[in-house]
């Protein structure tokens, strides 16, 4: 019987190889988490990631998550270190206990970016599972605490840059006749920003949080009765668009919620501010209040 092999999409033509690493928290328990994953092309293209998400770590292991995320990063430079001189990890061992290759294979996809994803899928279930499941109004709660955890960092590497803006982080402001304060994330008298956290996995809290700042900061461009700053902005953590992590369903409806939240801060002259990490929101905030 002939088959019309046209009926069937091409072979991906682009090939390599993953590698999953795992993660032992107490030596010798046998519960492995997966960590880290690494791609290489066979046209020497080469991408390491950690495939558990940080807001993952923070749930699982509160402040004793920053040490874990140090060692992940250590993992991450002496993965990319031995694949540079070899072409594979049958070699490699950790610089840190507790950290092994759990798994390989040979893949084939459009790109590397896509072999980095189908190893994501099989066999990181705090990876993109994470991020599909299921979430009741009271899991979203921790939203909050995360938003908080943000603001510190992005203080502490204010701090590390110009110490002298600390005392306008986190200031109260009476906006209205009322008794109540609005506390915004920094105020002086020439530069007002609010900050806020895009987690992919507690989208739905994420932006009311998010929006709850932008009318804060629009009640403040209104008011009358203080010193209205010249400058407004919303500065919003997001990750990378470019993280295997995420899924590609979550990615657009980021997209969605960004555009959204742009437009709804321009129409009150608030700077809409995407930030992938503490260290430039804290510039920002350095280059319009210093």
Do not use: C
């Not at 993992?75 to 950790?94: G, M, Q, V, Y």
């Not at 407004?232 to 668009?241: K, M």
């Amino acid at each position: 019987m002939n088959i019309d092999r046209s009926m069937f999409p091409p072979k991906p033509a682009y090939a390599g190889r993953w590698w999953s690493i795992s993660f032992e928290p107490i030596i010798g328990s046998g519960e492995r988490i997966n960590a880290v994953v690494v791609a290489l092309g066979f046209d020497g293209k080469l991408e390491i990631i950690q495939s558990v998400r940080d807001d993952i770590l923070e749930a699982i292991y509160g402040y004793k998550s920053e040490s874990i995320k140090e060692m992940i990063t250590w993992i991450r430079t002496s993965l990319k270190a031995h694949l540079f001189a070899n072409d594979d990890l049958n070699e490699w061992r950790s610089p840190v206990s507790g950290f092994s290759v759990a798994r390989s294979s040979k893949a084939l996809d459009d790109s590397l970016s896509g072999i980095l994803r189908q190893a994501v899928r099989m066999t990181a279930s705090l990876g993109t599972l994470a991020l599909e499941a299921e979430r009741s109004e009271d899991e979203d709660r921790s939203n909050q605490r995360q938003s908080e955890q943000w603001a510190t960092k992005i203080l502490d590497e204010v701090r590390s840059i110009e110490p002298r803006l600390l005392d306008f982080f986190g200031k109260r402001i009476q906006l209205s006749n009322t008794q109540l304060q609005t506390k915004f994330g920094f105020y002086n008298d020439v530069y007002a920003s609010n900050f806020g956290l895009m987690v992919p996995s507690r989208l739905s809290a994420s932006i009311n949080s998010i929006k709850a700042k932008i009318y804060d900061l629009e009640s403040l461009s209104r008011s009358a009765m203080v010193i209205k700053p010249q400058n407004l902005d919303i500065i919003i953590g997001t990750p990378s668009f470019e993280d295997p992590t995420i899924p590609p369903k979550t990615l657009i409806t980021m997209r969605h919620h960004i555009d959204e939240l742009t437009e709804l801060s321009q129409k009150e002259n608030i700077n809409f501010k995407s930030v992938n990490n503490a260290y430039d929101a804290a510039v920002i905030i350095v280059d319009m209040a210093a």
